[in-house]
Each structure stands twice: as C-alpha cells, then as structure tokens.
C-alpha cells in the first residue's frame, strides 16, 4: 500500500471518530438520555391516545335518562307511563351491565343509574296524577248532567290547574336530568385530564429516578473500596529527627 493510500484511509476514519463522537458523547450524557426518554414517552403516550380516540366512539351514558324523561312526559295513558319506566328498567340493567366493563366511567354511569331510579319512581306519581285526573273529570261530567254548573266550571278550572303544575313538573325533570349529564361529561372530562397529567409525570420521574439509583449505586460501591495506605519507609525505621 502507498503512502498516499495510507494517508487517505486515517484520514477517513479520522472523519468517521469526528462524526461518531457527538453521538457517543449524546448517549453517555445523562442530561440528553433523560430527555429523549421523556420525549419518546410522550410520543408514545400521545400516538396511543390519539389512536384510542379514533378506534372508540365516546359513550354517551347520559343519554338514556334524558329519553327516559321525554318519553314519561309524552306519556297521556297509563300504558304510556308504564311503558317509560319499563325502558327505564331496561337502561338501568344495561348500565350496570356497563359499569363493570368500563370502570373509567363507573361515576358517570352510576348517575345515570340514579337519574333513572328517580324515572322509575316518577312514573308510580304520575299513574297516581292521571287517576286522580280521570276521577276529577268524572266528577265535572256529572256536576254539569246534574245542572250544578258553577261547581262544574271550578271542578274544571282546579283540574286545568294540576295538568299544568304536572307537564311543568315534568319538564323539570328532563331538564335536571340535561344538566346533571353535562355536569358528568364535565368531570369526566377533567378526570381524564388529571390521569393523562399524571401518566406524564410518572414517565418523567421514572428515567430520573432509575438514574439516580445507578449513581446512588456506583457511589456506594466506590465507597465500599478500602483506602490505598502510604508505603512504610525502608528498614521498618522512623527517623524522629527533624
């Protein structure tokens, strides 16, 4: 090989170390190692979130108080009622049902669960209304076959009055029924949050703390090492004279 041929190869891997020692210098730089472990951890959590979002539609639990709520106030017959509430039953099996399956929700299903007990009972009051409603009609019809109108017309006048505090009274339910739902999404919302804030954070401290652990270990074993003890002068002799 000539000397030129020599030359040009330690000058290449001249080059090569030069480029190679940032990196080397990168990965034994525990600054630059804690760094990217939090930043590829954010990644990762961020593309599995974001993935998970687009995979599984959002559950919308509180929407089955709401219809249960809508349908007892277009309820005029008892059958109606009694059929509100059977779906009322029916949304409460089911959402137990969920409550294991989703545990991240479990709060919001279960007041969903509540607002729909409340539905079931609900529905005993107005079949109770709606008799009491059909037995002051029936006093109406006969105070006026008996001629005795003015009663008549305040039999009426009272009965006109409870219909209207009962469909009001009724759409305060499904109102109260709306707003708790929003008040659920809400704290769901901040709940997931905080669990997100906290799953950063624990990736943050982990690599730290590892780190801190391995220096805490090498510390100690050089610590462990017994001390180097300076050499006796030759023949075993001090000589005491200054």
Known sequence: ???????????????QSAAQAPREQE??????????????AREKADATRDKFNSIKPKPRYGDAPMEAYARLARARRPAEVNAAAGYARRQIARLR????TDP????????????LQKAVQRAGK????????????ARQKKLQQEKRSREARRQKQELL????????????YLREAEIDNRM???????????????????SSIQPSMEL??????????????????APAPAGGEIDLQA
């Open 97 to 100: 049902a969920a409550k294991q």
């Open 161 to 172: 009055r409870k219909q209207a505090m009962r469909r009001l009274r009724e759409s305060g």
């Open 104 to 115: 991240d929700n479990a709060k919001r299903i279960q007041a969903a669960i509540n607002q």
């Open 212 to 229: 801190v652990a391995k220096q805490y270990a090498a510390d100690s074993a050089a610590m462990a090492l017994p001390e180097e003890t």
């Open 1 to 15: 090989m000539s000397d030129m041929q020599v030359n040009a190869a330690v000058s290449s891997w001249q080059s």
């Open 184 to 202: 659920q999404a809400h704290i769901a919302a901040v709940d997931m949050e905080l669990r997100e804030q906290m799953q950063k954070l624990e």
């Open 126 to 137: 107005k079949n109770r209304d709606l008799e009491r409603e059909r037995v002051a009609q």
């Open 27 to 40: 990965k034994e730089d525990p600054s630059f190692t804690i760094y990217e472990m939090m930043k590829e």
